[in-house]
């Protein structure tokens, strides 16, 4: 069975830094994308960065030049380094997994259950 875990989330000030990690296990066959989403209260859920397993990374364009996604795949892990934290940026953190299922092209995605973020003074 397939865990996505994610760590790192807490109360920080505005203008501060937080290192969120998200650890999948559970499987042996291998794993492309994985990457952040947040969704705080009220919102809809929006994509935050993703990477492939090639180190190519995408970010939603409110995140670019503060956030830093980063990956280890002997680890199965991924980090999202966050820098110059603004209020806004206050969401539950959910980060992903695209497993590949069996011997096939084909990937499922498994999701963590999130990591909360608040950035207050």
């Known amino acids: 069975q397939v865990q996505v875990v994610e760590s790192g989330g807490g109360l920080v000030q505005p203008g501060g830094s937080l290192r969120l990690s998200c650890a999948a296990s559970?499987?042996?066959?291998?794993?492309?994308?994985m990457g952040w989403y947040r969704q705080a209260p009220g919102k809809q859920r929006e994509l935050v960065a993703t990477?492939?397993?090639?180190?190519?990374?995408n970010y939603a364009d409110s995140m670019k030049g503060r956030f830093t996604i980063s990956r280890d795949n002997a680890k199965n892990t991924v980090y999202l380094q966050m820098n110059i934290l603004k209020p806004e940026d206050t969401a539950d953190y959910l980060c992903y997994a695209d497993v590949q299922v069996g011997a096939s092209p084909l990937r499922r995605r498994f999701w963590g259950q999130g990591t909360q973020v608040t950035v207050s003074s």
């Open positions: 559970g499987t042996s066959n291998s794993i492309s994308a």
């Open positions: 990477i492939t397993s090639g180190g190519m990374t």
